[in-house]
């Protein structure tokens, strides 16, 4: 198994920092929040691209993925969507990261017209994110929250370069299990993203292993190889604790711990 930190929970660090915290502590990858008040976003120059793949890279670690705000499900017109999208895959592929995270974002549409923004914007995206070598992962977020919704939308997309970002967060908070989850996703999975809060009530973040989220049976069955993406959601939640190195180490030996009873249990 390999482990990766998303940046969301260090928001505003230049990306050498980042960096070296990730590896600092055990973490092989960075997800990079792609958003413009980041170091790193769509409208990135050429020169902060190859600055920040030379910090990531001179610290030991890579960019699993980056973590875009484009909504694939959303009203509108297709076109500012599919540029969007195509600006994410080469934002990614210059970062030589394997992955670009998008948002269904079809809250208050009807399920099938959203399903067909979503199936429509990625299946023309695809096969320009396969010649960028990039996958694009449809999150389990928000109109498509659950492993069922997700793959629901892919399985009509039907093309590899589009799949799955499992955020256990939402499947949870949809009321799926996390074997439920595992088994709609399939082959569509891209990687997992964990996180851990106090209740249903309060997603304030909290250190992996303190909150109610069903982390062991989500990482169960997870491949080797695979990857692990810590998701603490600092952005969003200023009250929360901030990630100092011994809180990301006892995260990354938590992860290990559950990938280890996993194992033992299978």
Not at 60 to 79: C, Q
Not at 249 to 262: D, P, S
Request: aromatic content about 6%; some cysteine.
């Amino acid at each position: 198994m390999r482990y990766a930190l998303s940046t969301l929970g260090l928001p505003g660090t230049p990306l050498a920092r980042s960096a070296a915290l990730a590896a600092g502590h055990g973490y092989e990858g960075l997800e990079v929040r792609a958003h413009p008040e980041e170091p790193l976003h769509p409208q990135s120059p050429p020169g902060d691209r190859a600055a920040g793949l030379r910090a990531v890279t001179r610290a030991g670690v890579g960019v699993l993925g980056v973590a875009g705000y484009t909504r694939v499900a959303a009203p509108g017109s297709d076109e500012p969507v599919l540029a969007e999208l195509r600006s994410l895959v080469r934002l990614a592929s210059d970062l030589e990261a394997p992955y670009v995270r998008v948002f269904p974002g079809g809250a208050g549409l009807p399920q099938p017209q959203a399903d067909a923004n979503a199936v429509r914007r990625l299946r023309e995206a695809a096969p320009y994110a396969e010649r960028n070598g990039v996958r694009i992962l449809l999150e389990t977020h928000d109109s498509h929250r659950t492993g069922a919704a997700a793959a629901r939308v892919l399985d009509a997309v039907g093309h590899p370069s589009a799949g799955a970002l499992w955020d256990v967060l939402h499947t949870w908070l949809g009321g799926e299990g996390p074997a439920d989850s595992r088994r709609r996703l399939g082959a569509h999975l891209g990687y997992l993203q964990v996180k851990d809060v106090a209740s249903a009530d309060d997603l304030t973040p909290v250190p992996l292993g303190a909150g109610v989220l069903p982390l062991a049976g989500a990482v169960a069955g997870s491949p080797t190889g695979g990857w692990l993406c810590w998701e603490y959601e600092k952005r969003w939640y200023p009250g929360a604790a901030e990630l100092s190195g011994a809180r990301l180490r006892q995260g990354r030996v938590h992860l290990e711990g559950l990938v280890v009873h996993g194992d033992q249990a299978e």
